[in-house]
């Protein structure tokens, strides 16, 4: 049995004062995430653009000795982890500098303080800066998993300006570990899980296989990561990286590397469109099972208009429904080509 990808059509009839009070039928289409089921909306897309924010201002306001996270407070602003997890209580890889987060969202809850330059716009990243950080987490959730064998859940999760949810300028990452899964985790893990069982099938592999075939949300191969647009989204872009690695302990520099390459590349293709903000989730099984893989999901965060209205509203919070403005074949076509090069 293959992956079905199932959509709904709906319509609805109005007159349009947009087009002399024209009879028109406007669709909304309803489609099913192929592992959850879980529903998002593809909804009628104005055209308005995407418009930038540029926080060269606010930084110069916060940066220095306002940010603990610049060179000069990030030793002495930031805690430290006990000494049996690591000596000096901070673990560093280049700029990459790790450390407990002060306000912790989960049992085990580091962060990542990327580099030294306070703000960096989306072209100014490089490979290394991001490479650097995520072997630093990886580093930190093998010494976590080593002293505490209860963690099941590990992630390493990144929120990108203010739209994003990030309140601190300066570019960093969190990683989180526990024996609690967060739901995502959890309805993922069980239906993988659950797919394996009556398919005999790894899921992830399945996907990519079959969205290869069909050639119209597969957008590239970066290395040891396989890329492809969401059937369903959970923003206005979904973009979903399987890697060949099925558990913490597999993943090595060349996935670190690859994983860079390939953000970089939609960096390229964010600045495109008009995109500065986003929020990254890579989602990394402890342990290695026939049912999971190491996967990551990358969206867009932006305001809309001159209100700098959120792109977050009711469904997405209280319907856990996502909304979706772009057509995810579209945009799959779009992003190819900067995996081509």
């Known amino acids: 049995m293959t992956i079905q990808f199932t959509a709904h059509k709906e319509f609805f009839t109005f007159h349009d004062p947009m087009q002399d009070q024209k009879l028109i039928d406007r669709q909304t289409e309803i489609r099913q995430d192929p592992l959850t089921g879980e529903t998002s909306r593809i909804i009628f897309d104005p055209g308005a653009p995407f418009i930038p924010t540029d926080y060269t201002e606010l930084a110069k306001e916060t940066a220095g000795s306002k940010c603990p996270f610049c060179p000069e407070n990030v030793q002495s602003f930031t805690p430290t982890f006990p000494e049996t997890l690591v000596t000096g209580g901070r673990f560093t890889q280049g700029e990459a500098v790790v450390f407990p987060n002060l306000f912790p969202y989960s049992k085990h809850n580091a962060v990542v303080r990327m580099c030294d330059q306070h703000y960096i716009k989306l072209n100014e990243f490089t490979g290394s800066m991001i490479a650097n950080s995520f072997s630093a987490a990886h580093d930190y959730l093998k010494k976590v998993i080593a002293q505490d064998s209860k963690t099941t859940y590990t992630s390493i999760n990144w929120n990108y300006l203010p739209p994003s949810g990030g309140s601190i300028l300066h570019p960093h990452i969190h990683v989180l570990a526990s024996e609690q899964p967060t739901n995502y985790q959890a309805t993922t893990s069980k239906a993988a899980r659950q797919f394996h069982d009556t ?4 899921f992830y592999a399945a996907l990519v296989e079959q969205e290869r075939k069909i050639g119209e949300r597969f957008i590239g191969t970066a290395g040891t990561i396989d890329w492809l647009h969401a059937f369903a989204p959970k923003s206005h872009t979904d973009f979903i990286g399987v890697f060949n690695a099925t558990s913490l302990e597999e993943l090595n520099a060349n996935n670190w590397q690859h994983l860079a390459d390939s953000i970089t590349r939609f960096f ?12 990254l989730a890579l989602f990394i099984p402890v342990s290695q099972n026939g049912a999971e893989r190491v996967h ?24 856990n429904e996502p909304l979706c403005l772009k057509v995810p074949e579209q945009i799959a076509k779009e992003v190819a080509p900067f995996f081509a090069v």
């Open 199 to 202: 398919q005999d099938q790894n």
């Open 268 to 279: 390229r293709y964010f600045e495109t469109i008009g995109i500065t903000s986003f929020n």
């Open 296 to 319: 990551i999901r990358l969206v867009p965060r932006l305001t809309i208009g001159g209100l700098q209205t959120s792109d977050m509203n009711v469904f997405n919070f209280l319907h």
